[in-house]
């Protein structure tokens, strides 16, 4: 790494000299090589046509490894995710890594390796990127920035044009990254083989895109799961939306944990499950396509949209009994992405 061959990063590291070099050069130039990102200019040269889609996200969470993933996976997959929930196809990322003095090399290209594992499922690339490091207490371990821009394939996709007798459709089993989360902070020695569901979705998005299928809305429900999701596209599109308790797909081990600690699956945060709204007639022709890519072996129709209850999500439960499906209140789990 450097002639000190240091095994945690150091202030040097960031201070525009050979140390800094070297980190850059034999982790993340390594790891993410592309001509674009080794011409080391200033700014990426681009090639765009057509209409464009561009996000970003920080990724903060603790703690940087979990089950079924990693704070590189996350960020990674959470960019490509908001891209392709717009019909996007992910082509470009940027990444920013701020760095606390002291965090071990070998956890620093653990993490490296994994980006460079998600990235290639969707064939984006990492063109431009910083590297701060900051002094020991400034930062927990490692915070990462993440944009991408993105190439429309399916206009038309908004939380805007959510119709009455559109299906709602989740894409897999709810709740895994926040309850997965959760295990690794308590250090819960449970018998369970829980994993976050952090994933790239572009794969099967490119699928539903190629099967022409009609799509009115889709969203990834990070924070505040499905409930945020749904509540707000009420809102967005001024319509109802009931859903079925019993036909939203939960694993025995969410339920478990959600039990222990009063939580609601359909509260806790998601990394690699999306929503979509679509015409009914669709919506096995969908399901299938699900179960064939991805994860999506539990996909599931979960409801519909109705010109009742304008703006608000109305669930009923298994019991026969209705209420309505709130925006969760407060911050369950700080710091969970």
Wanted: charged residues 20%; contains cysteine; glycine residues 10%.
């Amino acid at each position: 790494m450097s002639e000190n061959n240091s095994k945690t990063v150091q202030l040097s590291h960031g201070g525009g000299g050979k140390e800094m070099s070297d980190l850059i050069q034999q982790i993340f130039f390594k790891a993410f090589k592309n001509p674009i990102l080794h011409n080391e200019e200033d700014a990426a040269l681009l090639h765009l046509s057509g209409e464009t889609a561009f996000t970003t996200d920080s990724f903060t969470v603790a703690p940087l490894f979990f089950a079924g993933g990693d704070i590189g996976k996350l960020a990674i997959a959470g960019t490509v995710n908001d891209l392709a929930m717009m019909g996007a196809e992910p082509q470009y990322l940027s990444c920013s890594f701020i760095i606390e003095e002291g965090f071990e090399i070998s956890a620093l290209k653990q993490i490296v390796a994994s980006m460079a594992t998600e990235l290639h499922k969707s064939g984006t690339r990492i063109v431009c990127g910083d590297t701060k490091v900051v002094p020991k207490g400034c930062a927990d371990g490692l915070f990462i920035n993440t944009s991408g821009v993105g190439r429309i394939l399916r206009k038309g996709i908004s939380v805007k044009n959510i119709q009455v007798g559109d299906a709602i459709i989740v894409s897999r089993d709810i709740g895994r990254h926040g309850a997965a989360i959760l295990m690794a902070r308590e250090s819960l020695a449970l018998e369970s083989t829980l994993t976050s569901d952090c994933a790239n979705l572009w794969p099967v998005i490119e699928q539903l895109i190629a099967a022409n299928i009609e799509i009115h809305a889709m969203r990834d429900a990070t924070r505040g799961g499905l409930a945020a999701v749904l509540n707000e596209w009420a809102a967005a599109s001024n319509v109802g939306i009931d859903v079925q308790e019993d036909d939203i797909p939960i694993s025995d081990e969410v339920k478990g944990l959600c039990e222990l600690y009063g939580f609601e699956a359909h509260d806790l945060a998601n990394e690699g499950t999306f929503i979509l709204a679509i015409p009914q007639a669709f919506a096995l022709g969908v399901i299938e396509i699900m179960a064939r890519y991805g994860q999506s072996e539990h996909a599931a129709i979960i409801g519909s949209v109705t010109a009742e209850h304008q703006g608000k999500v109305v669930i009923t439960t298994p019991w026969g009994s209705r209420r309505y499906l709130d925006l969760p209140q407060g911050e369950l789990l700080p710091r969970i992405c």
